[in-house]
């Protein structure tokens, strides 16, 4: 059975360990149905997947009716083991790669720190990306995949929220703040007239707080039904090292505050595992220290006032695939499972398990360590962010 209402959602971001990306090109029913009661059975009770865009929609105006098929397919494996899922679209931003079809690329724009790749059997990198808010082809086929896997999803009970997208801000950025809040309005509003009813999100990361990206969390918060958030100390100067778990309550309680006491919910956190051959040290903990930080950051979380929190990832990668990207140059991203590749658990699914069925906490009274208001914070977020952190620790200590 799906979780009582007011329980703390545990859930993970799933790729499959034998797939990852290509999840939905080469779906396998039976796989899917043995991850997912893996994931239930440890006492996750959401999965967040991805509609990587090239598999669903080859062309502005084609829809790939199979690859539909196979996300239905999910949603009915998903209720067969009593979870539900947070499906997330326009996929995009993907572990250190900006995944795009071949007609969505080749523009000017986009992050220049991560390559574009065009999915298929070679998986070419493209040059640059078609900017999503201000490319009018860009917005109607971006409507037409949300109506069309919305639609087919109408009503499913497995279905928990919908989410306009991973991280875009790393993909394009709107090129002012109107075109940013009419892109949500459009979306979500295609999306309610699709499934009517259904929450919606969208991912938004740490960066999103440390620079102006035009999509934040009171723009969430506006056309959205809750905020989500990213974050990893590991990736995060100013953090105690990779295992700085008060980082994540601090960017929930933060993202509220910004959000104007928005519901909040922290959908991605983890760390990578082991020691493989050309990896930084600084990313990489023991499978141990990674589990005692998957408790500290759950509890922080559900004190935070959060709905719930998801880990990255649900497993680690078959070694063929890392000769492939993302895996081949940002080799962390072989090993952030809670799953080794070959299916025995970690350490950290046990502090999962521990967890399993807690009713969630109201957000707290009052910040302490907030001394000024959204708009100077806004003003200065990257002298105000490491500042404010600071703030928060002491005051957690005191």
Request: proline share 7%; with cysteine.
């Amino acid at each position: 059975m799906p979780p009582e209402e007011g329980t703390f959602r545990l859930g993970v971001n799933y790729w499959p360990a034998e797939h990852a990306m290509d999840w939905l090109a080469a779906y396998d029913p039976g796989a899917t149905r043995r991850d997912f009661a893996r994931a239930r059975a440890a006492g996750l009770d959401c999965l967040r997947v991805f509609v990587r865009w090239s598999d669903v929609q080859p062309a502005e105006t084609t829809i790939d009716t199979a690859a539909v098929g196979s996300l239905v397919d999910a949603a009915d494996a998903a209720s067969e083991v009593g979870a539900e899922l947070i499906v997330t679209l326009f996929v995009g931003h993907m572990s250190g790669v900006n995944w795009a079809p071949e007609w969505a690329a080749g523009g000017t724009d986009g992050d220049r720190r991560f390559r574009v790749v065009a999915p298929g059997p070679a998986a070419a990198s493209v040059s640059g990306l078609r900017n999503w808010y201000s490319d009018p082809g860009i917005g109607a086929a971006q409507e037409r995949l949300a109506v069309s896997v919305a639609s087919a999803l109408r009503g499913h009970p497995a279905v928990w929220m919908w989410d306009l997208g991973n991280e875009n801000s790393n993909c394009t950025v709107p090129p002012d703040a109107s075109a940013g809040t009419a892109w949500l309005e459009r979306m979500t509003g295609a999306i309610r007239v699709a499934d009517p009813g259904r929450l919606i999100t969208v991912g938004i990361h740490m960066e999103d707080l440390e620079d102006d990206r035009r999509i934040g969390p009171a723009e969430v918060a506006r056309y959205c039904d809750v905020v989500s958030m990213h974050g990893y100390p590991a990736y995060t100067a100013w953090a105690d090292g990779p295992t700085d778990d008060r980082l994540l309550p601090f960017l929930a309680l933060l993202t509220r505050w910004l959000a104007d006491g928005a519901a909040v919910l922290f959908e991605e956190f983890g760390l990578p595992t082991g020691t493989p051959v050309g990896t930084g040290p600084g990313r990489l903990v023991g499978e141990d220290a990674a589990a005692a930080y998957t408790g500290r950051a759950l509890d922080g979380l559900r004190r935070a006032g959060c709905l719930g929190a998801l880990l990255w990832c649900f497993a680690d990668y078959v070694p063929a695939l890392h000769a492939h990207p993302p895996f081949d140059e940002a080799r962390h991203e072989r090993s952030f499972g809670l799953w080794r590749a070959d299916g025995s658990p970690k350490p950290a699914v046990a502090e999962i398990t521990r967890r399993a069925g807690q009713l969630g906490r109201p957000p707290p009274d009052g910040l302490s360590w907030l001394d000024l208001d959204v708009g100077e914070f806004l003003a200065d977020r990257a002298r105000h962010l490491p500042r404010l952190y600071r703030r928060y620790c002491r005051a957690e200590l005191s």
